[in-house]
């Protein structure tokens, strides 16, 4: 069974030029499939690639990153077949609530010199 790398992209790229750079390396349009968003033109886009090992997940994570992926995901035992978007968002969706964010910079303060009776103006 392959394994599947997907990835989101910005809604500035153009799902064309990944096609393209992807079966130039050798994919063929049977080992990807790209997600479009058929309401809104400039909505971000998804594309999942089936690759066998890590050379193959190595080159389309290549191309991703040629065609400004925001961000991949890597899904193992998972065939081109289980590949649709309603399962892809469900685990990509599960990944990201099971992320630990940053969070921002928190700064205590704290009284260095406790109570005392002087007022100080």
């Not at 096609?19 to 063929?28: R, V």
């Not at 886009?45 to 090992?53: G, H, M, Q, R």
């Not at 040629?66 to 599960?94: C, G, P, R, W």
Request: a negative charge; hydrophobic letters at 35%; proline letters at 1%.
């Amino acid at each position: 069974m392959s394994n599947i790398l997907a990835g989101l992209f910005e809604h500035h790229s153009d799902y064309k030029k990944l096609e393209s750079d992807l079966e130039n390396s050798g994919i063929s349009s049977s080992d990807y499939i790209v997600y479009l968003n058929s309401e809104a033109s400039n909505a971000q886009y998804l594309a999942s690639v089936a690759v066998k090992d890590s050379g193959q997940a190595e080159s389309a994570r290549n191309i991703f990153t040629q065609n400004a992926v925001i961000k991949t995901y890597f899904f193992e035992n998972m065939s081109i077949d289980q590949a649709n978007y309603d399962t892809i968002k469900k685990y990509i969706d599960a990944r990201n609530r099971a992320e630990i964010h940053n969070s921002p910079d928190i700064k205590i303060k704290t009284s260095s010199d406790g109570m005392n009776s002087e007022v100080k103006f």
